[in-house]
């Protein structure tokens, strides 16, 4: 079955830029129509979707970030990534990645385990 | 503030069925079938429940069931166990992004 991991560093320094791995495993992320998403969550704010990529590599984002991400896929690694630009506190969250279903916003699984980041001088 | 609104918490005993909505508007949850349900225990990932409105997914126990009318979606668990203690999240799609529920605390007395 599909699993998702992220990574990537745990402290990021305010204007800095954020950038998260997530690895594929027990699936290709170019088989099928599936989205790939990043999603963040914070105590104050909650669930919160960044975008997502598909395996041609098209995107989309949440409106409010849009000038500030970037997503891209490395085929050959199986992986997909995050780059949050200009970062502040209030972008200090849990980041997961998650499969989406093959209708935009459908259903999000599985969900990696999460990884904590927290925007910091 | 979260686009969807959920109440902060439910209770109910062992046995008993309760009912979890999520509110939207006429431009997510009342205008498309992709609504979603995760379960979140503390420091763990959320899993899906529910997709579609009504859907439940492959291994998901069909004390689980959800609706819609309207603009609003609800989440009903039957049958309560200890194991249902968790956050719940609605979550609809909305032509531009994907937006979620601030989260529903079930304590099962």
């Known amino acids: 079955q599909v699993q998702l991991q992220e990574s990537g560093p745990g402290l990021v320094r305010p204007s800095q830029t954020l950038s998260l791995t997530c690895t594929v495993s027990g699936g290709s992320i170019t088989s099928g129509s599936n989205y790939w998403s990043w999603i963040r969550q914070t105590a104050g704010k909650g669930l919160e979707w960044i975008g997502h990529?598909?395996?041609?590599?098209?995107?989309n984002y949440n409106p409010p970030l849009n000038s500030r991400v970037t997503m891209s896929l490395d085929t050959s690694k199986n992986t997909f990534s995050l780059k949050l630009t200009s970062v502040t506190a209030a972008d200090t969250a849990v980041y997961y990645c998650?499969?989406?279903?093959?209708?935009?916003?459908?259903?999000?699984?599985?969900w990696g385990q999460g990884t904590l980041v927290t925007v910091s001088s | 503030q979260s686009a969807l609104t959920q109440p902060a918490s439910v209770s109910g005993s062992p046995g008993q069925s309760i009912t979890i909505s999520c509110t939207g508007t006429s431009s997510d949850v009342g205008a498309y079938n992709f609504v979603s349900w995760y379960q979140q225990y503390p420091g763990r990932a959320p899993k899906l429940m529910i997709f579609?409105?009504?859907n439940r997914p492959s291994g998901v126990s069909s004390r689980f069931s959800g609706s819609k009318s309207g603009n609003t979606a609800s989440l009903t668990i039957s049958g309560l166990q200890a194991e249902d203690e968790a956050n719940y999240y609605c979550s609809s799609y909305t032509s531009t992004n994907i937006v979620f529920g601030g989260g529903t605390k079930l304590s099962v007395l």
């Open positions: 579609d409105v009504t």
């Open positions: 998650a499969r989406e279903g093959t209708n935009w916003g459908n259903w999000l699984a599985p």
């Open positions: 990529i598909d395996a041609s590599g098209s995107t």
